[in-house]
């Protein structure tokens, strides 16, 4: 299986603040890869697939980019909806599909 | 815009069993792939099981294979997750979610607000 690792496991940041998030594959997965954004107590929500295509719906202060195994989720400016739960998924084999730990982004 | 809501949740013993419903509406369940995806109490996500569209196979975690059963019953626009064997690393948040039409791969877009399932004694 692949394993898919995420770091930092947890950030502090301002409304306003650029913010970097890094996904880590094991083996090759290509484009295949997809972030979520969970906010507490919600259902996961789909933002980017593709490594860096965005989901309608999604603000433009998001973006994904990388490819083969390293990834990168940004968001540019920070905004008080934006403080969830981010989730990478490997969708290049299958089954199983796996995820990231997760990265908690936290007020400072 | 398809939406999802699973039931069927609650408290289970050690070794038994449950169902879990995934009913839709604007959701002609045959056309999608739909898959389980399960969230521990503050834990990350975990993949449990998918079924294909029309046609299409079953595909199950190693953690829950050969316990849990996957199924549609597209007359009623239902997917189902029926869990025997239960325990207590299965307590969860159960999430049934569709498979995005655009793509090849896994993305899943749609998603139902989730159901707990407890497994104690």
């Known amino acids: 299986d692949i394993q898919m690792t995420q770091s930092p496991s947890s950030v502090s940041a301002s409304v306003g603040d650029r913010v970097t998030i890094t996904c880590r594959a094991s083996?090759?997965?290509?484009?295949?890869l997809v972030w979520y954004q969970q906010r507490p107590m919600k259902a996961p929500n789909l933002l980017i697939y593709?490594?860096?295509s965005l989901q309608n719906g999604v603000p433009s202060r998001f973006s994904g980019s990388g490819s083969g195994t390293d990834f990168t989720l940004t968001i540019s400016s920070l905004q008080p909806e934006d403080f969830a739960t981010y989730y990478c998924?490997?969708?290049?084999?299958?089954?199983?599909?796996?995820f990231g730990g997760g990265t908690k982004v936290e007020i400072k | 815009e398809v939406q999802l809501l699973e039931s069927g949740g609650g408290l289970v013993q050690p070794g038994g069993s449950l169902r879990l419903p995934c009913a839709g509406s604007?959701?002609?369940?045959?056309?999608?792939?739909v898959h389980w995806v399960r969230q521990a109490p503050g834990k990350g996500l975990e993949w449990v099981s998918a079924?294909?569209?029309?046609?299409?196979?079953?595909f199950y975690a190693d953690s829950v294979k050969g316990r849990f059963t996957i199924s549609r019953d597209t007359s009623k626009n239902t997917l189902y997750l029926q869990m025997n064997s239960l325990r207590a690393d299965d307590t969860a948040v159960y999430y049934c979610?569709?498979?995005?039409?655009?793509?090849?791969?896994?993305?899943?877009?749609?998603w139902g607000q989730g159901i707990l399932v407890t497994v104690s004694s």
């Open positions: 083996q090759y997965v290509g484009d295949r």
């Open positions: 593709g490594a860096s």
């Open positions: 604007r959701f002609t369940s045959g056309n999608y792939a």
């Open positions: 979610a569709t498979k995005m039409l655009l793509t090849s791969y896994v993305a899943l877009d749609n």
């Open positions: 998924q490997q969708a290049a084999t299958f089954p199983p599909l796996t």
């Open positions: 079924i294909g569209s029309s046609g299409g196979g079953t």
